[in-house]
């Protein structure tokens, strides 16, 4: 009996020493930022103690690598599911709060997400709609002294030139002199659109909305006004969404520490 017992205390020992090595090594490849390798090693240990500890621990390792800062794709559901998986498999374990956040934090991220890949849809709805400006400049054109054709055509050069700064200081002149007239709407949206764009250095997100606002509102029958539409939810969804993904990382240093 003493034999059996020394045996089966060696074994426990081995299984823990064995365990404490492959915990430290996921803790090693996560600092060397090698995520895939340490996620093997968690994935693993929850594999191999699906309802005992330290599978929870795992399971909680493993979900916070899918999600890391510096994982070059994250895998939000992905993460989710093993949050899911903690709460139904150890709903005794220390980490259910931690998962509740988390499950919370990340339904909300890809709700968000869901909405953009919508929004994304309407602007290439837009792109479509390329056609019917084409069709409406050439009715512009007839008239060389239409003002709205002078502008666009203005604008649009300046646009090809990157020359953000000169294109601001014109449409603001135009804005200023003709108040609630045209060509005032297609100032409002080149001003907007400046704001908006990626390569612009300035690009200030609430200056766009408040443009395209003004646009929606003065010049509500304007052919740029449903353009403009598009662009305030774009914008909205996607600040909105940035917001969530501070919140997501702020969580996770909150509950790392």
Same mark, same amino acid.
């Given at each position: 009996?003493?034999?059996?017992?020394?045996? %089966?205390?060696?074994?426990?020992?081995?299984?823990?020493?064995?365990?404490?090595q492959k915990l430290a090594l996921g803790q090693q490849f996560r600092d060397e930022g090698k995520y895939d390798q340490a996620l093997q090693v968690y994935k693993?240990?929850?594999?191999?103690?699906?309802?005992?500890?330290?599978?929870?621990?795992?399971?909680?390792?493993?979900?916070?690598?899918?999600?890391?800062?510096?994982?070059?794709?994250?895998?939000?559901?992905? @993460?989710?599911?093993?949050?899911?998986?903690?709460?139904?498999?150890?709903?005794?374990?220390?980490?259910? @709060?931690? %998962?509740?956040?988390?499950?919370?934090?990340?339904?909300?991220?890809?709700?968000?997400?869901?909405?953009?890949?919508?929004?994304?849809?309407?602007?290439?709805?837009?792109?479509?709609?390329?056609?019917?400006?084409?069709?409406?400049?050439?009715?512009?054109?007839?008239?060389?002294?239409?003002?709205?054709?002078?502008?666009? %055509?203005?604008?649009?050069?300046?646009?090809?030139?990157?020359?953000?700064?000169?294109?601001?200081?014109?449409?603001?002149?135009?804005?200023?002199?003709?108040?609630?007239?045209?060509?005032?709407?297609?100032?409002?949206? %080149?001003?907007?659109? #400046?704001?908006?764009?990626?390569?612009?250095?300035?690009?200030?997100?609430?200056?766009?909305?408040?443009?395209?606002?003004?646009? #929606?509102?003065?010049?509500p029958r304007s052919w740029r006004a449903e353009e403009a539409k598009v662009w305030i939810k774009n914008i909205e969804t996607f600040e909105k969404s940035k917001?969530?993904?501070?919140?997501?990382?702020?969580?996770?240093?909150?509950?790392?520490?």
């Amino acid at each position: 009996m003493l034999l059996l017992a020394s045996c %089966a205390l060696r074994e426990q020992l081995e299984r823990e020493k064995d365990l404490d090595q492959k915990l430290a090594l996921g803790q090693q490849f996560r600092d060397e930022g090698k995520y895939d390798q340490a996620l093997q090693v968690y994935k693993g240990l929850a594999a191999a103690y699906p309802q005992t500890p330290p599978g929870d621990l795992a399971l909680r390792e493993a979900a916070f690598l899918l999600v890391h800062p510096g994982r070059p794709q994250k895998k939000y559901r992905e @993460a989710q599911d093993l949050w899911w998986k903690l709460l139904k498999n150890f709903p005794q374990s220390p980490y259910t @709060a931690e %998962a509740r956040t988390w499950i919370s934090l990340l339904t909300a991220h890809l709700d968000l997400q869901t909405q953009l890949e919508k929004e994304k849809q309407q602007l290439l709805q837009v792109k479509g709609q390329q056609e019917d400006c084409k069709a409406h400049l050439e009715e512009l054109k007839q008239d060389q002294k239409n003002l709205a054709f002078d502008l666009i %055509a203005r604008n649009q050069k300046l646009m090809a030139q990157r020359d953000f700064d000169k294109i601001l200081e014109e449409n603001a002149s135009v804005l200023s002199k003709n108040g609630a007239k045209p060509p005032a709407d297609e100032a409002l949206y %080149a001003l907007g659109l #400046v704001y908006a764009y990626g390569e612009y250095p300035k690009k200030d997100a609430l200056k766009a909305l408040g443009f395209f606002n003004r646009l #929606v509102r003065e010049f509500p029958r304007s052919w740029r006004a449903e353009e403009a539409k598009v662009w305030i939810k774009n914008i909205e969804t996607f600040e909105k969404s940035k917001q969530i993904d501070l919140e997501i990382e702020d969580k996770r240093k909150q509950l790392r520490k």
